[in-house]
C-alpha cells in the first residue's frame, strides 16, 4: 500500500519540484495551499493548475485572520517595542508547519512535506540537518519543528546543489519556471518595514537620537526605522547601540559599543541533550555566520567564544551541534555590555 503525503504547495519551483520527486519516489500525494493574504487566492489558482498538469488532488485553506492575528501583529508589536523579530519563523511556527502538521492528522496521512532546503535526518531523533548546499540552507527557519512533527517530516530538496537542478525536476515533467523570479522579503510587505509599521501600527514612532551621555544630536520621524549597528544616516559616525522604544530613543555611540558576549533566550527548545563543556555553533540569522558559543541550558544562557557585533533582542538564535539543529530561541536579553574589546 502507498504512502501518503500532504505537500504545501504555493505555485513555485520549490514546491512543485517536491511534489513531482514524492510522486516518482511512489508515494500518494496531495497538495495543499495556506491562504494567507488576499494575493494568495491567485497563487492557490496556480498551485491547482499545477496540481492538474501533475495529476495530484489539490485543496486550499483559507486564514487570513489568522495570519493577520498570529503573523503580523506581533511582528508589528515587537518592533513597536523597539525588537527585531523574525515574521518568517513566526509564521513556520504559528502557521504553516501548525496547520500543515494539523491537516495531515486530520487527513490520517503518513507523511507531510515543504519545498525548504534542509534534511530531515534518519538518527533516531530525526534531527533538522543542514542543506547539502549552504547557500540555500534554510535549517534555521525549522528549528521549531517538534519531534512529533519530525517524525512526519519529509524535505525533498535538501540534497539539491542548487537552484537549475529544481528547474531540470520540473521540465523533465513538461513545467517551466526560469522565468519566475523567486520570492525575497517579507511575503505581506510591499513597502519598507518602517513605513509599514508605521501605517498598521498609527502612531506616533517620532524619536530623539542621543549619545550615551544623553546628549540630543538630532530627531528622527520614525524609530522602527533604525536597526542595532546602523551606520547610515547616523551623526558623527556613529552606530545604532540601542533602540529605546519607551522613551522614544534611538541611543548611539562607538561601534565598539556593539559587542557583545552574552546572550538570553526565552521561548526556548531543546531537540538533544545540551553539554555545557561543549561548543556549539549558533546563528542569530538565517545568512548570518555561524560562531562559536556555549550554551547554559539551565539560564536558557549563550556565551560566545569571542564577542559578537549587533545582537538584537528579538532576534532568533538556533543553536547547531555541526550540522545539526539542537536547539534555540528568542533573544530576550543581553546581559553584558562591553565597552572594550581586543
Not at 54 to 70: L, R, V
Not at 269 to 274: A, D, E, G, L, P
Amino acid at each position: 500500500m502507498k504512502k501518503s503525503v500532504l505537500v504545501a504547495m504555493s505555485s513555485g519551483a520549490d514546491s512543485t519540484a517536491s511534489v513531482l520527486l514524492l510522486k516518482k519516489q511512489g508515494f500518494e500525494v496531495v497538495g495543499v495551499t495556506f491562504i494567507m493574504l488576499e494575493k494568495d487566492f491567485k497563487t492557490a489558482e496556480k498551485a491547482k493548475n499545477l496540481a492538474d498538469k501533475i495529476g495530484i488532488e489539490h485543496y486550499s485553506i483559507e486564514i487570513i485572520d489568522t495570519f493577520k492575528n498570529d503573523v503580523i501583529a506581533p511582528f508589528v508589536e515587537s518592533y513597536v517595542c523597539g525588537k527585531t523579530p523574525n515574521p518568517c519563523l513566526i509564521c513556520n511556527r504559528m502557521i504553516k508547519y501548525k496547520y500543515l502538521s494539523a491537516e495531515r492528522e486530520k487527513l490520517n496521512f503518513d507523511y507531510m512535506a515543504t519545498g525548504h532546503y534542509a534534511i530531515v535526518s534518519d538518527n533516531q531523533k530525526r534531527l533538522i540537518k543542514k542543506s547539502v548546499n549552504e547557500r540555500r540552507d534554510q535549517s534555521y527557519f525549522l528549528y521549531r519543528v517538534d519531534s512529533e512533527m519530525r517524525e512526519h517530516l519529509i524535505l525533498p530538496l535538501g540534497y539539491f546543489n542548487n537552484k537549475e537542478e529544481i528547474y531540470t525536476v520540473a521540465r523533465e515533467s513538461g513545467l517551466e519556471f526560469n522565468n519566475i523570479a523567486e520570492s525575497r522579503g517579507i511575503c505581506f510587505i510591499n513597502s519598507s518595514y518602517s513605513d509599514y509599521i508605521k501605517n498598521v501600527a498609527k502612531q506616533d514612532l517620532s524619536c530623539d537620537i542621543v549619545d550615551l551621555q544623553g546628549n540630543l544630536l538630532g530627531r528622527a520621524e520614525n524609530y522602527t526605522s533604525f536597526t542595532i549597528g546602523q551606520k547610515k544616516d547616523i551623526p558623527n559616525k556613529y552606530s545604532v547601540l540601542a533602540v529605546d522604544a519607551c522613551n522614544k530613543k534611538i541611543i548611539v555611540g562607538d561601534d565598539v559599543g556593539l559587542y557583545k558576549k552574552t546572550i538570553k533566550i526565552s521561548d526556548s527548545i531543546y531537540h538533544s541533550v545540551i553539554d555545557e563543556n561543549k561548543i556549539y555553533k549558533v546563528k542569530m540569522f538565517n545568512w548570518g555566520y555561524s560562531l562559536d558559543a556555549k550554551v547554559v541550558i539551565d539560564k536558557d544562557m549563550i556565551v560566545f567564544e569571542k564577542p559578537v557585533r549587533a545582537p538584537a533582542i528579538g532576534q532568533e538564535a538556533v543553536i547547531y551541534d555541526g550540522d545539526y539543529v539542537v536547539g534555540g530561541g528568542v533573544i530576550s536579553e543581553i546581559p553584558d555590555f562591553i565597552i572594550n574589546t581586543v
